[in-house]
């Protein structure tokens, strides 16, 4: 199992990913390759205890900033980090690929390398955001801002191979985000997109709200990337903000230990995606991985394990072979509609 890492990608840039890389090659996770800066992956790389690990260095020129715009990246920078890591997986000398970097710049890198699969317009970024629902699966997460019904369908056949597959939910219930729980309510992507989810052969159970999100109502919780970014960062920020508060409102009445512990647990709560360091970009022809810039060495190892488990269990196939079902049973139900 190889997995090419985007050693320039993250927040804190090469120490950090190559940190948490040589972690989990220590963890026997995979064989990493470290596509960036030869020089500067190489300084990093002789601060660890490196010599004996399944470690190989593929050199690049340069990254794509998430101020750029990833199509114009891809054109202007052919050499940068995550287009070298991810050709490494179209040419088959890799299984997989992460990056901490910019998510525009992962997805197009994808799309144009790898190709989506059939059937899928776009793909979608995905995954549990709310600690008390951790084997929930919100789509999209922010690739797509603008979805019509019938992606939203695509989203939900995705969560469902991502469940099924990844989390072993046999028969995992599809909701859409929507203003209210009865039937009717919403806009009219949500209107239409429920006559086509009826229709889809999928275990779809109807509308969910915001409330609905922290019980675990459904499985698979479909909205379009504006909606679904904003959600997950809300979750985050008050993650983020409730710690500080509690923690800092009680710095005089407990110990500091204690307090330090229940910081830890609160981020633990809104942030489930910590434990899975990356998810998959959903609807790929390959597998390639993205994560928060912000991500530590623990999170980009559990990346890297991530990864490798999508190959274990042929998470590509899974999903042709769903979505092709899905297909199916639109197609014979709408016969006069493409």
Known sequence: MTVAIDAMGGDDGPSTIVEGSVLAAKQGKANIIHVGDQDVVETELSKHESESLPITIVPSNGKIEDTEAPALGLRQKPKASIVVATHLVKSGKADAVVSMGSTGATMASAVVLLGTIHGIDRPAIGGPIVGSAPNQVILDLGSNLDCRPQQLVGFGVLGSVFSKVLLKISDPKIGLLSVGSEEGKGNTQIKEATELFKKSGLNFIGNVEGNDLVTGKADIVVCDGFVGNIVMK???????????????????????????????????????????????????????????????????????????????????????????????TLTENEPDER
């Open 234 to 328: 809300l979750t985050e920020g008050l993650g983020s903000e409730i710690s500080k508060y509690l923690t800092e409102s009680m710095k005089e009445t407990i110990d500091s230990d204690i307090a330090a512990a229940l910081s830890r647990e609160i981020f633990k709560v809104t942030n489930p995606a910590a434990a899975y360091g990356a998810g998959p970009l959903l609807g790929v022809n390959g597998i390639s991985l993205v994560g928060h810039g912000r991500s530590k060495q623990n999170e980009i190892a559990g990346a890297i394990a991530t990864a490798k488990r999508a190959v274990e269990v042929d998470f590509i196939n899974q999903i042709q072979k769903r979505l092709s079902k899905t297909l199916s």
